[in-house]
């Protein structure tokens, strides 16, 4: 953290922000499915992701807002909306944005705005408004019957990665639970060893602690998953989850080895969610490998996502 994040955090701290981890989960998860369908704003995503951002929650009306201290110096805020409307966006933000400027911050940041919502933000009172985006961050969405059809020139190139591992006695699929969960560290370990570390952890944070803290609130009724093995030996593993009818978030898919990833995704919704419409398989970064990755898995809908930044003139951090 810089020292002003550092004080603004202890700030929020003092205001009755709680940090967010496993045992904020379960409040996080009331607001799973409330007519979003991005990756960022799930519980197990808050709860997994967190730790590197030093995130910290609250809700403000009825709304659940988290903090993310971001390496660049700035801090974004994530509100999850309730069921029942309480008190109006309007008096939200002019919450947050007071808050804001006593913890030192010069400008509110909203972050992961869906674009389908972003009108509800551009009519906020009192505020000059600027809502930007970036590919880097928005999010790949397919539809599960894209995932799973193999015809057509547009499939070429999955059929081609799918082919030396589809119904191959030397490859096996099996459901993941808590007892084989330990597996998936295995196989993390493997493909760890072929990353440049320092680059990897750089985007978001290392994944093994994302991976451990999966372990803790992985439950059947909710988290559903895959292990790979070829000649019985773990090779890959997927872990979803669907927030509502329509929707599924593919929150890990690892493999040791070259094009397997593609197999994990097929099987994990034949398996689980072909009835589902759309897999969301979260967003690029920016990196170069994972977008190509993403890009050519399958046809993909872009789920832009928006920072909104709000300010008054005049107004400086304190």
């Not at 705005?113 to 009192?126: A, K």
Request: charged letters at 20%; a negative charge.
């Amino acid at each position: 953290m810089t020292d002003q994040q550092h004080k603004g955090y202890e700030y929020f701290l003092n205001q009755g922000f709680l940090p967010v981890d496993t045992e904020s989960y379960p409040v996080f998860k009331r607001y799973d499915g409330k007519d979003s369908r991005l990756f960022e704003t799930t519980a197990t995503t808050s709860t997994i992701w967190g730790f590197s951002y030093q995130a910290i929650y609250k809700i403000i009306y009825g709304y659940l807002c988290s903090l993310w201290f971001n390496k660049d110096g700035s801090l974004y805020c994530i509100v999850q909306q309730p069921d029942v409307a309480g008190a109006s966006l309007q008096d939200l933000v002019d919450t947050l944005y007071k808050l804001y400027q006593e913890a030192g911050f010069p400008a509110l940041q909203i972050w992961a705005v869906e674009e389908r919502f972003l009108e509800w933000y551009q009519h906020i009172q009192g505020y000059a408004i600027k809502a930007e985006y970036s590919d880097d961050w928005s999010e790949y969405a397919y539809r599960t019957k894209d995932i799973l059809e193999l015809s057509g020139g547009v499939n070429f190139y999955k059929r081609k990665r799918l082919k030396p591992y589809l119904n191959m006695p030397h490859v096996s699929i099996i459901p993941l639970t808590k007892e084989n969960f330990h597996i998936c560290f295995e196989v993390e370990e493997a493909w760890c060893h072929q990353q440049d570390c320092p680059l990897c952890e750089s985007f978001s944070g290392c994944a093994k602690k994302s991976l451990e803290l999966m372990a803790d609130i992985f439950d059947e009724r909710i988290h559903k998953g895959i292990l790979g093995y070829i000649d019985n030996m773990p090779v890959g593993y997927a872990i979803c989850e669907q927030i509502n009818k329509q929707i599924v978030i593919l929150y890990f898919g690892k493999a040791s080895i070259a094009n397997f990833n593609v197999s994990l995704y097929y099987m994990v919704i034949k398996m689980y969610f072909s009835s589902v419409v759309y897999l969301n398989n979260g967003h690029d970064m920016g990196k170069d490998g994972l977008r190509i990755f993403k890009k050519h898995l399958s046809t993909h809908e872009l789920w832009r996502k928006y920072l909104c930044t709000f300010t008054k003139a005049g107004d400086q951090s304190l």
